[in-house]
């Protein structure tokens, strides 16, 4: 097992950060009205942890004995649709972003099947159940219609809990019928509290202060992301001494890699060949957002002071058309064009100036 | 062991529609349990309220459409309303709600009204809880959530309302008026909630307060007011999760107007501030602020312009904030600038509105408000 699921912290006391909001979370578990709750924040930041131990807290041990189904589901037009579900006796979790467009038949049906039973284990401490809706902020717009009366008929025996990483893509109605749990990035200091921690329980000796910081600054405050490379560190280097060289996911490299190619030349052949590159990126399942932002990252790095917030403005505006249009690749592309013109706009007004004033 | 979830344990009873209302109050959150019972209850929609007091007197009602942001009582209204005219035992009878949830495709709409319409009503107007009930000779069909419901469907609507107008009303409820045809939406008497006004909220969360025996000071609600924008729903869950907090600590404590904030997602004025000062803006450290402390992990002092930006935004998004968030009191801190002049003003107040579009449309947060920061920095330079 990695150590980041190994040891992860099970009840809301083993928590390490935001102790406050573990005090919150716990007085809420402890009365039996219970609210609906959207937990947002970055990834990383720990927000599944502090749902299962919420969970933990509201039915105790017994939810932690899981099982993993594959339920078939059938859209109105006799699709089949497959999706995963984790489950206790006294929850159910499920990502239904992952069946795209259909979501809203998995939600209308998993929770009308919910909503319906009684919990049936007479000695749970919870009359509801609760059910763990992932990546609620890819939710279709009548997925979270389907939500919204459900959430409130089905109150007496249900609860959900909504798990994502900003709010701006939920409806109002749904944000008006949870709790918001804000769950923020730990900070460097608490995050070396946690590496510090792992190190110990994992026997590994003590984890230099340097490595630490180095480890901590490379995941900007995603813990999980911070933990794995910890462990990854700890195999290539056991006592992670010297200058530790942390290595970069491939896609990321890829993506600067298209970053500096955007920068070493402006032509038509070159907008080709990163189109290839663009479409590899795709095909690989990385979302386009992070795609276009770490490009972008990239390139802001290797340009004149005067470009770089044109450069993100465009990178802004791309983005959010190619969440309205059909066709990421479009768009993506549409921005490496408008990123090449301006460069060589840069380099070629500087030749003008250059010119008049006599040089 | 207990069965499991889906299990087809003859022993899971399925609950019967009526059973569901029988809950304990103590297990239900204030939301429900506090849910209007009559629409005398309904807080400050008192226009709409007088005109179906009357409704409840005549034998006659009309179709209506109900619209208004979230929380401001439409289900509850029709609800209630549908409650008093028909009395407990005829409700099921009488009375349909198909919501988003329900499978709208036309045909299946279709079908469960024609199903529905099909049998007379007949009056029984004493009820089993010993009340009278006017009883009137027709049925409710409410549709719930209505905007959610394609075009197409909406147009087949129509003809389903004129089919069976002699004997059925309906209740369209919704978020955006705009969103229903004008064809149906000009066979209803349209019934505007607005967000409660704070008078309606104070007196109502006072009312629920006293019941559930929480203390609440004046600062309190005001905060519940101006973090809950008219949605009452709102209010009560951050009052609730309020009061079980400060039941839960020990010894117990007060409620305080921080707390409210903190539950509601309100971005500390430090932090707002902070913001605001690397873009060039300057504000004076307030009152409010010296006992919040700065953000963690501030950007290192040898950051510069667009770099020092960059750090700053995304120091920001680590902590959370959702961006409409931080736009909204990024926005007001601008606006009610003492030292900006105008200009500089309505350069900031564009750059916000589109920002705030594009949030809407989905756009990714932190690019967006990264956009912001370098917009306004270049507007108040
Ligand atoms: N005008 C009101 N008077 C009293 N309570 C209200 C009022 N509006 C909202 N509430 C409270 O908020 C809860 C939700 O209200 P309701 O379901 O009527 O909202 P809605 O307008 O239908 O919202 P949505 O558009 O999200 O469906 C109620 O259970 C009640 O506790
Ligand atoms: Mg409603």
Redesign the pocket.
């Known amino acids: 097992m990695l150590w980041v699921d190994q040891y992860r912290p099970k009840t809301l006391k083993d928590l390490h950060y935001h102790e406050g909001l573990s005090q919150r979370l716990k007085s809420l578990a402890a009365s039996g009205d219970f609210p609906h709750m959207l937990f947002y924040g970055p990834s990383g930041a720990g927000k599944k942890t502090r749902i299962a131990c919420t969970l933990r807290e509201l039915f105790g041990p017994g939810v932690e004995k899981l099982k993993i189904d594959q339920r078939v589901f059938l859209t109105p037009s006799r699709k089949k649709l497959d999706v995963n579900i984790v489950q206790s006796n006294y929850h159910i979790e499920l990502t239904p972003s992952e069946v795209g467009n259909y979501d809203r038949v998995v939600i209308q049906e998993i929770l009308k099947e919910i909503a319906q039973t009684q919990q049936v284990d007479l000695n749970a401490k919870q009359r509801f159940k609760v059910v763990i809706i992932n990546e609620a902020d890819s939710l279709s717009r009548d997925a979270q219609a389907a939500l ?2 459900t959430m ?1 008929k089905y109150m007496s025996n249900m609860r959900i809990i909504l798990c994502a990483n900003s709010t701006s893509r939920l409806i ?2 749904i944000k ?2 949870c709790l918001l749990i804000r769950v923020a990035a730990p900070n460097h200091k608490e995050m070396k509290t946690v590496l510090e921690y792992v190190a110990q329980s994992a026997r590994a000796g003590k984890i230099p202060d340097e490595a630490a910081e180095d480890i901590v600054r490379d995941s900007n405050g995603n813990m999980r992301k911070a933990i794995l490379v910890f462990e990854a560190l700890k195999m290539q280097t056991p006592d992670l001494s010297g200058p530790l060289s942390i290595a970069k996911p491939d896609w990321e490299t890829y993506c600067h890699k298209v970053g500096d190619m955007i920068l070493q030349e402006q032509t038509p052949q070159r907008v080709m060949d990163v189109r290839a590159k663009l479409y590899e990126l795709l095909s690989h399942c990385i979302p386009p957002t992070i795609i276009i932002k770490t490009v972008a990252e990239r390139v802001v790095q290797g340009v004149d002071e005067s470009l770089k917030a044109d450069i993100m403005h465009w990178a802004a505006i791309y983005e959010n058309r190619m969440r309205i249009g059909s066709k990421k690749i479009y768009h993506l592309e549409a921005w490496v064009v408008k990123v090449m013109s301006l460069y060589k706009h840069f380099f070629y007004d500087m030749d003008m100036s250059g010119f008049e004033d006599g040089f | 062991m207990a069965a499991n979830f889906f299990s087809a344990n003859p022993s899971t009873k399925k609950l019967g529609k009526e059973k569901e209302r029988v809950v304990d109050p103590n297990l239900q959150p ?7 019972k009559t629409i005398d ?5 008192e226009h709409i309220v007088a005109v179906l007091e009357k409704t409840l007197n005549s034998t006659n009602l009309p179709h209506m459409l ?1 619209y ?10 029709i609800l209630a309303l549908s409650r008093q005219l028909f009395g407990p035992d005829n409700f099921r009878t009488r009375v349909l709600e198909l919501n988003a949830s329900d499978e709208r495709g036309i045909s299946i709409v279709r079908e469960k009204i024609k199903n529905f319409a099909r049998q007379t009503p007949r009056a029984q107007t004493v009820a089993s809880d010993g009340k009278t009930y006017p009883c009137p000779p027709y049925k409710i069909i409410i549709l ?2 209505a905007d959610s419901m394609t075009q197409d469907a909406q147009g087949a609507l129509r003809r389903i309302m004129e089919t069976y107008a002699r004997i059925t009303r309906f209740c369209l ?3 955006y008026v705009t969103r229903i045809i004008e064809p149906l939406a000009s066979r209803c008497s349209k019934f505007r ?1 607005r967000p ?1 006004d704070s008078s ?1 909220t104070t007196t ?1 969360l006072q009312y629920i307060a006293a019941t559930e025996q929480v203390a609440v000071t004046p600062p309190v609600i005001s905060t519940l007011i101006s973090t809950s924008s008219g ?3 709102r209010a ?1 869950t951050y009052l609730q999760s309020a009061a079980r907090l400060s039941a839960a600590s020990i010894p117990p404590t007060e409620i305080t107007a921080r707390d409210i904030q903190e539950i509601a997602g309100v971005v500390p004025d430090s932090v707002i501030n902070g913001f605001a000062r690397t873009l060039g803006i300057d504000v004076p450290a307030g009152v409010d602020e010296s006992g919040d402390v700065e953000m963690a992990d501030a950007p290192n002092g040898s950051l510069r312009g667009f770099e020092l930006v960059q750090e700053k935004v995304k120091a920001l998004m680590r902590e959370g904030y959702s961006a409409s968030q931080i736009l909204t009191q990024f926005h007001d801190l601008v606006i009610l600038h003492p030292t900006l002049n105008a200009r500089q003003k309505s350069n900031c107040a564009l750059i916000m509105a589109e920002a705030d579009k594009a949030l809407c449309d989905g756009a990714d947060e932190e690019l967006w408000i990264l956009e912001v920061a370098l917009r306004v920095n270049k507007a108040v330079a």
């Open positions: 919204r009366r409130e109002a109605p008006s019928r | 204030w939301v429900e349990k506090y849910r209007p209850d309904v807080s400050s929609q109900f208004g942001p979230p929380g401001t009582g439409k289900t509850s209204t719930d959530e409820v919704c978020n909630f409660l309606s109502r949605d009452l729903r009560i």
